[in-house]
């Protein structure tokens, strides 16, 4: 594991000292600007109201001690980013017991993702890759208070840190012998009954994760008139409001009918579409392998997403970590599997490290 890490961290270092060479490019001033000014709206413009608050009130915290937005983001995502691998490799180790190397190479497929330069710059990669992975982990482990927090915490970080809410309610079903393989079983529904007689309380608390969106809905609400406003601006980042999948259907017919016809294809819109396709594709062996937690994660945040269009899906399929997971294990049936998923994700890597340095935007 050591060497992985150290692999990933020497990755990171290069990432972390292209952006502080760069600076605040692309989403990252955004977060600078709310960590600084807090947020504004103006109707009809791009806002910083899109952006959810727990990573710039992190920076604005840790600013205290740099003296300087950059410099706090760049600690946050990082020391983030670092701790994420360790938690990923013991769940992953919990997980499958006696396959070490599955850890190990799932570490590396995470820090060699064709999109991973975000999680060493000023995004919210890195952190909610941590309090996911975190709470699946403190859910798995049935540290139940500390997954609650996770969970929490990553629903003030994303909109979809909110489903964390169903996958420590699955796991707490599960720890009570109730699953889908079992719901047919007397048993498994005495388990949940008893469940629900003895921990009443914590299930209530397990309802509150969701409450990181719900708060910044509220501080919307009393600030601005209008609680969804930071889905409503999402129109003027080219996204649909509807949440009616229209637009991503548009944009997959273009991408098909251009690669069919031999028409050039926009870098963006393949990348994303292809990000999309793998990640539903997958669902069902993270589904089998790993668990209904899992497998409803995965399809869920693959899905909430496309809803409103094919931006950025690339970059949120990296902290679909179920992704990495399976890979690993499937990189270990022959050493040609695991090298082909290592080169296309390290010249994709390389390519879009390219294309950010040269401002060439590719979400």
Not at 26 to 45: F, L, M, V
Not at 176 to 194: E, K, P, V, Y
Request: proline fraction near 3%; include cysteine.
């Amino acid at each position: 594991m050591t060497f992985y890490l150290l692999i990933a961290l020497a990755n990171t270092t290069v990432n972390a000292a292209l952006a502080g060479a760069i600076g605040l490019r692309w989403d990252a001033g955004w977060y600078a600007n709310i960590a600084e000014n807090g947020y504004r709206y103006a109707a009809g413009t791009q806002s910083t109201i899109a952006f959810f608050p727990l990573f710039p009130t992190m920076i604005r915290i840790i600013r205290v001690i740099t003296g300087d937005s950059v410099t706090a983001g760049l600690w946050v995502v990082n020391i983030a980013f670092f701790v994420a691998l360790v938690v990923l490799y013991r769940l992953i180790r919990l997980e499958i017991p006696d396959d070490e190397a599955s850890a190990e190479r799932s570490l590396l497929y995470t820090a060699f993702f064709p999109c991973a330069l975000f999680f060493s710059i000023m995004y919210t990669e890195s952190l909610f890759l941590m309090l996911t992975v975190l709470c699946f982990y403190c859910a798995r482990r049935h540290i139940w208070w500390g997954a609650i927090a996770c969970g929490m915490l990553a629903s003030a970080t994303r909109v979809t840190g909110a489903l964390m809410f169903g996958v420590v309610a699955l796991e707490w079903a599960r720890s009570h012998g109730f699953m889908l393989s079992t719901i047919t079983q007397r048993d498994a529904w005495r388990g949940l009954i008893t469940g629900l007689r003895r921990e009443w309380l914590l299930l209530l608390a397990i309802g509150l994760i969701p409450l990181g969106v719900v708060s910044y809905m509220v501080y919307l609400q009393v600030n601005f008139g209008d609680p969804w406003l930071f889905r409503t601006v999402q129109i003027e980042w080219g996204r649909s409001t509807l949440l009616s999948f229209q637009s991503v259907v548009n944009e997959s017919r273009i991408v098909i009918e251009s690669v069919v016809q031999g028409a050039p294809v926009r870098l963006a819109s393949l990348l994303n579409l292809s990000a999309v396709l793998v990640s539903l594709v997958l669902v069902v062996p993270i589904w089998r392998r790993f668990g209904t937690s899992y497998g409803a994660y995965t399809l869920l945040a693959t899905v909430i997403p496309i809803s409103t269009g094919l931006l950025s899906n690339l970059r949120y399929s990296m902290v679909l970590f179920p992704l990495t997971m399976i890979m690993g294990v499937w990189g270990g049936r022959s050493k040609g599997i695991h090298y082909a998923i290592l080169c296309l994700f390290c010249a994709l890597y390389g390519m879009l490290i390219l294309l950010f340095a040269s401002d060439v935007f590719f979400e």
